[in-house]
């Protein structure tokens, strides 16, 4: 009896039977299930609307071949992983909804995502992504658009067809300008171009009739132009670190801002940390109601 415990006991400490254990406590459900020989299938979540798949956080740099096979999936997430590449095989996956590849290391996404007509989110921001296919405007049904925290300049003419996008984030990029086919998004309610090296807001953004959310602030814009004064749909504009100097006095017809807001998160007109002329810090010190009149009646004088 003594002799067998010994055994047994020397065997436990192996080094290379514990570092096999180690490593078994470390696999996943879906590591299981393959290496069971299930079938993957098992591993989706299928909830009250969606057939799921997540394969979040693993430290994959590649993606599994089985995934192309789940033919069911809408929605995929894929973030905080190291992938590198998603191949082109994603566009077998027709029924997606939603796709999260965000916090990977993608330099580019393939054309074959033009077949996920299904398609209304797509997050692929903090990744390496120096450009957009123009293949990307044919997921028509796209409503939600996440790139921000990459490396883009620029955006294909192309995307100005997403007619039913509402938010489009571009936030922490290397835009210059906002793009032009921004401007054909008559739909979008929520746009964030922060962080960038924006100089300027062209005075096509009157053109985002249905804007309720507006966000410009880190850039370096020189001033408030009068053209966004006529999208009175705004609720929250923030403008916050800019090299803004004075304020249009048409300003007043923003009405549904409500207040000056000073919490990132608030509702209404955030304009702190701008080099604004006298007497208009102020004005503004003294909320949105002083600084609208003022501005009123400097522009019937």
Not at 65 to 92: A, C, I, T, Y
């Amino acid at each position: 009896m003594g002799a067998g415990k010994s055994r047994a006991s020397a065997k436990d400490k192996d080094p290379k039977r514990m570092l096999l254990v180690k490593r078994r406590q470390k696999f996943s459900s879906w590591d299981d299930t393959l290496l069971s020989g299930k079938d993957p299938r098992s591993l989706l979540k299928r909830g009250m609307r969606h057939v799921s798949f997540n394969l979040v956080t693993k430290g994959m740099t590649d993606i599994p071949d089985f995934l192309w096979g789940l033919s069911e999936v809408q929605k995929l997430n894929l973030s905080h992983n190291q992938l590198r590449v998603l191949p082109p095989e994603v566009g077998r996956l027709t029924r997606i909804v939603v796709l999260n590849l965000c916090g990977n290391r993608l330099k580019s996404l393939p054309r074959e995502i033009s077949r996920l007509q299904s398609l209304k989110v797509l997050f692929a921001n903090m990744n390496c992504l120096a450009e957009v296919p123009a293949e990307l405007s044919l997921c028509r049904s796209l409503e939600v658009l996440s790139l921000s925290h990459n490396r883009l300049s620029q955006l294909p003419a192309s995307l100005a067809d997403l007619c039913r996008l509402r938010k489009l984030n571009l936030s922490n990029n290397g835009f210059v300008h906002i793009p032009i086919c921004v401007f054909s998004l008559k739909q979008l309610d929520f746009l964030h171009v922060g962080s960038n090296r924006l100089e300027n807001i062209a005075e096509s953004i009157q053109c985002l009739a249905s804007l309720q959310i507006f966000i410009a602030e880190n850039n370096n814009i020189h001033s408030f132009p009068r053209s966004l004064c006529l999208v009175t749909s705004l609720e929250l504009l923030n403008l916050n670190n800019n090299d803004i100097q004075t304020l249009p006095e048409e300003l007043y017809l923003l009405c549904r801002l409500g207040r000056i807001a000073w919490n990132p998160m608030d509702k209404g007109l955030h304009i702190s940390h701008n080099p604004l002329s006298k007497p208009l810090p102020e004005l503004v010190e003294g909320g949105l109601e002083m600084l609208f009149s003022y501005l009123k009646d400097k522009k019937h004088n």
